[in-house]
Antibody, heavy 119, light 112 residues
Framework: EVQLVQSGAEVKKPGESLKISCKGS????????IGWVRQKPGKGLEWMGI????????RYNPSFKGQVTISADESISTAYLLWSSLKASDTALYYC????????????WGQGTLVTVSS | DIVLTQTPLSSPVTLGQPASISCRSS???????????LSWLHQRPGQPPRLLIY???NRFSGVPDRFSGSGAGTDFTLKINRVEAEDVGIYYC?????????FGQGTKLEIK
Protein backbone atom coordinates (compact mmCIF):
# COMPACT_ATOMS: atom_id res chain seq x y z
CA GLU A 1 0.00 0.00 0.00
CA VAL A 2 1.31 3.41 -0.98
CA GLN A 3 1.58 5.69 2.05
CA LEU A 4 2.90 9.16 2.71
CA VAL A 5 3.37 10.05 6.37
CA GLN A 6 4.12 13.62 7.30
CA SER A 7 5.78 15.06 10.37
CA GLY A 8 3.68 16.53 13.16
CA ALA A 9 2.21 19.97 13.73
CA GLU A 10 4.57 22.84 14.43
CA VAL A 11 4.20 26.14 16.27
CA LYS A 12 6.92 28.64 15.45
CA LYS A 13 7.72 32.33 15.84
CA PRO A 14 8.26 34.70 12.92
CA GLY A 15 11.85 34.56 11.71
CA GLU A 16 12.44 30.99 12.85
CA SER A 17 13.41 28.21 10.49
CA LEU A 18 11.48 24.99 9.96
CA LYS A 19 11.79 21.74 8.05
CA ILE A 20 8.83 19.40 7.67
CA SER A 21 9.02 15.93 6.23
CA CYS A 22 7.08 13.44 4.16
CA LYS A 23 8.08 9.77 4.23
CA GLY A 24 6.94 7.47 1.47
CA SER A 25 6.46 3.74 1.67
CA UNK A 26 4.94 0.93 -0.34
CA UNK A 27 6.41 2.00 -3.68
CA UNK A 28 9.67 2.95 -5.38
CA UNK A 29 10.25 6.43 -3.95
CA UNK A 30 12.71 7.38 -6.69
CA UNK A 31 10.26 6.84 -9.52
CA UNK A 32 7.46 9.31 -8.75
CA UNK A 33 7.42 13.05 -8.22
CA ILE A 34 6.51 14.31 -4.74
CA GLY A 35 4.69 17.62 -4.65
CA TRP A 36 3.92 20.08 -1.86
CA VAL A 37 0.55 21.80 -1.58
CA ARG A 38 -0.44 24.63 0.73
CA GLN A 39 -3.92 25.14 2.10
CA LYS A 40 -4.61 28.21 4.19
CA PRO A 41 -7.53 28.03 6.62
CA GLY A 42 -10.80 27.95 4.73
CA LYS A 43 -9.07 28.38 1.37
CA GLY A 44 -8.24 26.31 -1.69
CA LEU A 45 -5.22 24.29 -2.72
CA GLU A 46 -2.01 25.99 -3.86
CA TRP A 47 0.67 24.06 -5.74
CA MET A 48 4.04 25.02 -4.25
CA GLY A 49 6.52 22.84 -6.07
CA ILE A 50 7.62 19.32 -6.80
CA UNK A 51 10.69 17.11 -6.68
CA UNK A 52 11.68 13.97 -8.55
CA UNK A 53 13.69 12.03 -5.96
CA UNK A 54 15.41 9.89 -8.59
CA UNK A 55 17.49 12.80 -9.87
CA UNK A 56 16.47 15.66 -7.54
CA UNK A 57 14.89 17.63 -10.36
CA UNK A 58 12.90 20.37 -8.61
CA ARG A 59 10.26 22.68 -10.06
CA TYR A 60 8.87 25.58 -8.06
CA ASN A 61 5.76 27.63 -8.44
CA PRO A 62 7.24 31.11 -9.06
CA SER A 63 5.01 32.38 -6.25
CA PHE A 64 6.92 30.22 -3.77
CA LYS A 65 10.42 30.27 -5.25
CA GLY A 66 12.84 31.84 -2.78
CA GLN A 67 10.30 31.45 0.03
CA VAL A 68 10.76 27.71 0.57
CA THR A 69 13.23 24.97 -0.35
CA ILE A 70 12.20 21.51 -1.46
CA SER A 71 14.55 18.59 -1.08
CA ALA A 72 14.53 14.81 -0.78
CA ASP A 73 16.68 12.01 0.58
CA GLU A 74 16.09 9.00 -1.60
CA SER A 75 18.00 6.72 0.79
CA ILE A 76 15.29 7.16 3.44
CA SER A 77 12.37 7.78 1.06
CA THR A 78 11.70 11.20 2.54
CA ALA A 79 10.93 14.58 1.02
CA TYR A 80 11.27 17.88 2.85
CA LEU A 81 9.92 21.40 2.81
CA LEU A 82 12.14 24.02 4.42
CA TRP A 83 11.69 27.62 5.47
CA SER A 84 14.71 29.67 6.53
CA SER A 85 12.66 32.52 7.99
CA LEU A 86 8.98 31.98 8.68
CA LYS A 87 6.32 34.67 8.41
CA ALA A 88 2.89 34.79 9.97
CA SER A 89 1.48 34.42 6.46
CA ASP A 90 3.06 30.93 6.26
CA THR A 91 0.45 29.68 8.73
CA ALA A 92 -1.30 26.90 6.84
CA LEU A 93 -1.79 23.20 6.38
CA TYR A 94 0.87 21.68 4.14
CA TYR A 95 0.32 18.47 2.24
CA CYS A 96 2.74 16.30 0.35
CA UNK A 97 1.36 14.19 -2.47
CA UNK A 98 2.71 11.68 -4.94
CA UNK A 99 2.38 12.50 -8.62
CA UNK A 100 2.05 9.19 -10.42
CA UNK A 101 4.77 8.92 -13.06
CA UNK A 102 2.43 7.69 -15.77
CA UNK A 103 -0.83 9.59 -15.54
CA UNK A 104 0.39 12.63 -13.61
CA UNK A 105 -2.37 12.62 -11.04
CA UNK A 106 -1.81 13.23 -7.32
CA UNK A 107 -2.79 9.72 -6.34
CA UNK A 108 -1.61 9.52 -2.74
CA TRP A 109 -1.58 12.25 -0.10
CA GLY A 110 0.02 12.72 3.27
CA GLN A 111 -2.18 13.54 6.23
CA GLY A 112 -1.01 17.16 6.26
CA THR A 113 1.25 19.15 8.58
CA LEU A 114 -0.24 22.19 10.28
CA VAL A 115 2.26 25.01 10.61
CA THR A 116 1.33 27.90 12.88
CA VAL A 117 3.53 30.98 12.93
CA SER A 118 2.74 33.42 15.68
CA SER A 119 4.62 35.75 17.96
CA ASP B 1 0.92 30.06 -15.58
CA ILE B 2 -2.19 28.15 -16.61
CA VAL B 3 -5.30 29.41 -14.84
CA LEU B 4 -8.13 26.97 -14.18
CA THR B 5 -11.56 28.51 -13.61
CA GLN B 6 -14.25 26.36 -12.04
CA THR B 7 -17.97 26.98 -12.17
CA PRO B 8 -20.06 27.05 -10.14
CA LEU B 9 -18.19 27.89 -6.95
CA SER B 10 -21.03 26.47 -4.92
CA SER B 11 -23.54 23.81 -5.87
CA PRO B 12 -26.48 22.88 -3.64
CA VAL B 13 -27.81 19.54 -4.82
CA THR B 14 -30.67 17.26 -3.79
CA LEU B 15 -29.68 13.73 -2.83
CA GLY B 16 -30.11 11.38 -5.76
CA GLN B 17 -29.97 14.20 -8.30
CA PRO B 18 -27.10 14.84 -10.72
CA ALA B 19 -24.38 17.46 -10.31
CA SER B 20 -21.96 18.94 -12.78
CA ILE B 21 -18.84 21.06 -12.35
CA SER B 22 -17.01 22.85 -15.13
CA CYS B 23 -13.30 23.58 -15.33
CA ARG B 24 -12.03 25.93 -18.01
CA SER B 25 -8.33 26.36 -18.71
CA SER B 26 -6.63 29.56 -19.90
CA UNK B 27 -4.76 27.49 -22.48
CA UNK B 28 -4.87 24.06 -24.02
CA UNK B 29 -3.97 21.22 -21.65
CA UNK B 30 -2.82 18.92 -24.42
CA UNK B 31 0.77 17.97 -23.66
CA UNK B 32 3.37 17.69 -26.42
CA UNK B 33 3.10 13.90 -26.00
CA UNK B 34 -0.60 14.06 -26.93
CA UNK B 35 -1.95 13.33 -23.43
CA UNK B 36 -4.09 15.75 -21.44
CA UNK B 37 -3.18 15.84 -17.76
CA LEU B 38 -6.39 17.18 -16.27
CA SER B 39 -7.53 15.53 -13.06
CA TRP B 40 -10.27 15.99 -10.48
CA LEU B 41 -9.90 15.71 -6.72
CA HIS B 42 -12.38 15.67 -3.86
CA GLN B 43 -11.73 17.00 -0.39
CA ARG B 44 -14.04 16.23 2.50
CA PRO B 45 -13.92 18.51 5.55
CA GLY B 46 -10.90 17.81 7.69
CA GLN B 47 -9.35 15.37 5.24
CA PRO B 48 -6.66 15.51 2.58
CA PRO B 49 -7.87 15.62 -1.01
CA ARG B 50 -8.22 12.36 -2.88
CA LEU B 51 -7.91 11.67 -6.57
CA LEU B 52 -11.14 10.91 -8.43
CA ILE B 53 -10.37 11.25 -12.13
CA TYR B 54 -7.12 11.49 -14.10
CA UNK B 55 -6.39 12.29 -17.74
CA UNK B 56 -9.84 13.85 -18.21
CA UNK B 57 -11.97 10.75 -17.87
CA ASN B 58 -10.23 7.86 -16.11
CA ARG B 59 -11.65 6.93 -12.73
CA PHE B 60 -8.99 6.28 -10.11
CA SER B 61 -8.99 3.01 -8.20
CA GLY B 62 -12.00 2.65 -5.91
CA VAL B 63 -13.91 5.63 -7.27
CA PRO B 64 -17.62 4.85 -7.78
CA ASP B 65 -18.88 4.81 -11.34
CA ARG B 66 -21.37 7.59 -10.60
CA PHE B 67 -18.39 9.91 -11.15
CA SER B 68 -17.40 10.68 -14.72
CA GLY B 69 -15.14 13.16 -16.45
CA SER B 70 -15.23 14.54 -19.94
CA GLY B 71 -13.87 17.32 -22.11
CA ALA B 72 -10.95 18.25 -24.29
CA GLY B 73 -8.50 21.07 -24.90
CA THR B 74 -9.58 23.82 -22.52
CA ASP B 75 -13.04 22.75 -21.34
CA PHE B 76 -13.67 19.93 -18.91
CA THR B 77 -16.56 18.65 -16.83
CA LEU B 78 -16.98 16.44 -13.79
CA LYS B 79 -20.39 14.82 -13.43
CA ILE B 80 -21.94 12.95 -10.55
CA ASN B 81 -24.98 11.15 -11.85
CA ARG B 82 -26.72 10.60 -8.49
CA VAL B 83 -25.34 12.56 -5.58
CA GLU B 84 -24.93 10.73 -2.29
CA ALA B 85 -24.39 12.21 1.16
CA GLU B 86 -20.71 11.22 1.16
CA ASP B 87 -20.10 13.35 -1.94
CA VAL B 88 -20.25 16.63 -0.02
CA GLY B 89 -17.07 18.64 0.12
CA ILE B 90 -14.94 20.60 -2.28
CA TYR B 91 -14.00 19.50 -5.77
CA TYR B 92 -10.87 20.73 -7.50
CA CYS B 93 -9.62 20.35 -11.02
CA UNK B 94 -5.88 20.28 -11.48
CA UNK B 95 -3.58 20.42 -14.49
CA UNK B 96 -0.19 18.72 -14.68
CA UNK B 97 0.47 19.42 -18.34
CA UNK B 98 2.73 22.37 -17.70
CA UNK B 99 4.84 23.60 -14.77
CA UNK B 100 3.82 25.11 -12.49
CA UNK B 101 0.96 22.72 -12.00
CA UNK B 102 -2.19 24.53 -10.95
CA PHE B 103 -5.52 23.92 -9.25
CA GLY B 104 -8.91 25.41 -9.89
CA GLN B 105 -10.31 27.50 -7.06
CA GLY B 106 -12.63 24.72 -5.91
CA THR B 107 -16.36 24.04 -6.04
CA LYS B 108 -18.26 23.37 -2.85
CA LEU B 109 -20.89 20.67 -3.18
CA GLU B 110 -23.55 20.71 -0.48
CA ILE B 111 -26.83 18.97 0.03
CA LYS B 112 -30.01 21.05 -0.17
Amino acid sequence: EVQLVQSGAEVKKPGESLKISCKGSGYSFADHWIGWVRQKPGKGLEWMGIIYPGDSDIRYNPSFKGQVTISADESISTAYLLWSSLKASDTALYYCARLHWEFLGLDSWGQGTLVTVSS
Amino acid sequence: DIVLTQTPLSSPVTLGQPASISCRSSQSLVHTNGNTYLSWLHQRPGQPPRLLIYEISNRFSGVPDRFSGSGAGTDFTLKINRVEAEDVGIYYCMQATQFPHTFGQGTKLEIK
